[in-house]
């Protein structure tokens, strides 16, 4: 069952949590509805694992023939590889980053994506859902080249994609963070290496904190729910090395681990005894 994180009248925000099996092979990921006045968008639709599961999910809540667009922050298969299905099914169109614009046809057969692709401009835009509009704020860097965050100044919900992620399953995403500090051990390992640098994160800071946010919602884990928190998380990031802040000529090093095809384990090489 899909989390509500908003509803009034003509506005409406689902979040699906647990669409995935949690079998430990594929990531836990979620994917959100918007619907105002009747005209649906889904953000992130995810990949094939979700793809039946979000299907029918959102056909008890919304016509899948009125569905507007599908608005993805990046080109990961966790967010799209479900397209061609989505190309199929509805009338739908892709929004992305026009770095992606000429990659996502990738994943469908041919001419599925003909006509039916919006490129964002990497400054953003303002895009209409019925009597409202989502803004396609820059998130360039964090983590992919092309890459976009969703604000609904309805519910003044940011959806951040890969930003303010936490590993964790999906009965424990639909529970929103209050408080921060306990929730960064699940944060700070996936953000020092999928964030490219603490410059970007400072400037993507200095852009968001100028909206009212009720909630920031990634794209895997719970929902980062009130000022404090959301204060916090910003203060966090402003703060974090990542990325290339870390890495050094280590490393860019000649391999010498050995990959064992079997196992798929990796282990040091075989050493020469006594030296020979």
């Not at 046809?105 to 964002?120: D, M, S, Y």
């Not at 929730?183 to 993507?204: C, D, P, Q, T």
């Not at 990542?242 to 050995?258: E, H, N, S, V």
């Amino acid at each position: 069952m899909p989390i509500e994180l908003y509803r009034d009248k003509h506005h409406i925000c689902l979040m699906f949590t647990d669409l995935i099996e949690e079998d430990g092979q594929a990531i836990q990921a979620n994917q959100f509805l918007i619907v105002d006045h009747g005209m649906g968008a889904i953000i992130d639709p995810g990949g094939n694992l979700a793809f039946n599961e979000l299907f029918m999910g959102m056909s008890r809540h919304f016509p899948p023939q009125k569905l507007a667009y599908l608005i993805a922050s990046h080109a990961d298969p966790d967010i799209i590889a479900s397209l061609d299905r989505w190309m199929t099914s509805t009338q739908a169109q892709l929004v992305i980053s026009r770095i992606w614009e000429r990659f996502a046809p990738h994943f469908t057969k041919v001419g599925k994506t003909e006509n039916r692709v919006i490129g964002v401009p990497d400054a953003g835009g303002r895009l209409p859902l019925g009597n409202s509009e989502l803004l396609l704020l820059p998130a360039h860097f964090l983590h992919a080249e092309g890459n976009f965050h969703f604000y609904d100044p309805v519910s003044r919900i940011l959806f951040t994609g890969d930003l303010g992620v936490s590993l964790t399953t999906g009965a424990q995403a639909q529970r929103p963070v209050t408080d921060l500090m306990p929730h960064i051990a699940r944060m700070e390992g996936f953000h020092r290496r999928y964030m490219v640098s603490n410059k970007i994160l400072r400037l993507w800071v200095q852009m968001a904190r100028q909206l009212p946010i009720d909630m920031i919602v990634p794209q895997h884990g719970a929902p980062i729910m009130g000022q404090q928190a959301i204060a916090d998380l910003f203060n966090w990031l402003e703060g974090l090395q990542c990325g290339i802040d870390l890495f050094d000529q280590r490393a860019y090093q000649l391999p010498t681990a050995q990959i064992d095809p079997a196992t798929r384990q990796v282990r040091p090489p075989l050493r020469a005894v006594a030296g020979a």
